[in-house]
């Protein structure tokens, strides 16, 4: 079973020595939700965010930047925002790019061309690789499923998004449309197991999603994450030398997945 990362509470883009675990990957809790689980179900949200997927799934190469706010809970129960930039390249079936900044300055770099996998934290001048081969879809789910490890908006890179969200999917609600940074956007609203979600999709022809909301609602603080998602390219030719890693060879390697 496909599991979807969007309600899971977003882990730091890739686990180091010095961070545990991105990052800009969404998540919803991966549990199959019963018939006595679910709430009312709005079919134009269904059909607009089927929509979305069916229109990500015809393109053969997509990048995008995703542009990322978390609320880190202290103690005192402040919530202090954490942003990232993160930008995305995805050819398929099995290649992937991931370029992350945090505002701090820390960077790391995400390769997948198809057989290896590799992670380079830049700010920490180490890097991490496992062999894996196969598609991106059984990559994001061989992360997760062994090392707890979410990739950068990872739902949106599945071949069928629409199928990754719907699995945890308790309620939905069409909300009208809304503009997002000068777009007209179908504005939706989910209820999942362990987060309420919000999408804004754009109504037109290019039906791409251009803003993510999630509360974990579970968690302590209920912290918020927030994606705006721009700069959408679809169908364009992409370099496979992008897909390559290059790192340095001063860099030191470590155990793949060490924290």
Not at 62 to 73: K, L, M, Q, Y
């Amino acid at each position: 079973m496909r599991n979807s990362s969007f309600a899971k509470t977003p882990t730091l883009f890739i686990q180091t020595a010095a961070v545990a675990a991105l990052a800009l990957f969404l998540g919803l809790y991966s549990s199959l939700v019963s018939a006595q689980q679910t709430g009312p179900m709005d079919d134009k949200a269904m059909q607009v965010l089927q929509g979305m997927s069916d229109y990500l799934a015809k393109a053969d190469t997509v990048s995008f930047r995703a542009r990322t706010f978390f609320d880190e809970v202290r103690q005192s129960g402040i919530k202090i925002k954490a942003a990232r930039e993160n930008k995305i390249l995805l050819k398929r079936p099995g290649s992937f790019y991931a370029e992350s900044v945090a505002e701090n300055g820390a960077a790391r770099t995400v390769w997948f061309d198809g057989s290896t996998f590799t992670v380079w934290n830049r700010h920490a001048n180490q890097y991490m690789a496992l062999d894996f081969k196969g598609t991106t879809d059984a990559l994001i789910d061989h992360l997760d499923d062994k090392y707890g490890i979410n990739l950068p908006v990872a739902d949106l890179l599945f071949s069928n998004v629409g199928e990754a969200f719907k699995e945890s999917i308790i309620s939905s609600e069409y909300l009208g449309e809304r503009m997002v940074q000068g777009v007209r956007c179908h504005h939706l609203s989910f209820e999942s197991t362990g987060a309420d979600w919000q999408i804004w999709i754009e109504a037109d022809a290019t039906p791409l999603p251009r803003r993510f909301v999630v509360t974990y609602v579970n968690d302590k603080g209920e912290p918020q994450f927030m994606a705006q998602l721009d700069q959408w390219s679809l169908g364009e030719d992409i370099d496979a030398n992008l897909f390559r890693a290059a790192v340095p060879e001063h860099v030191k390697k470590t155990e793949f997945g060490a924290r």
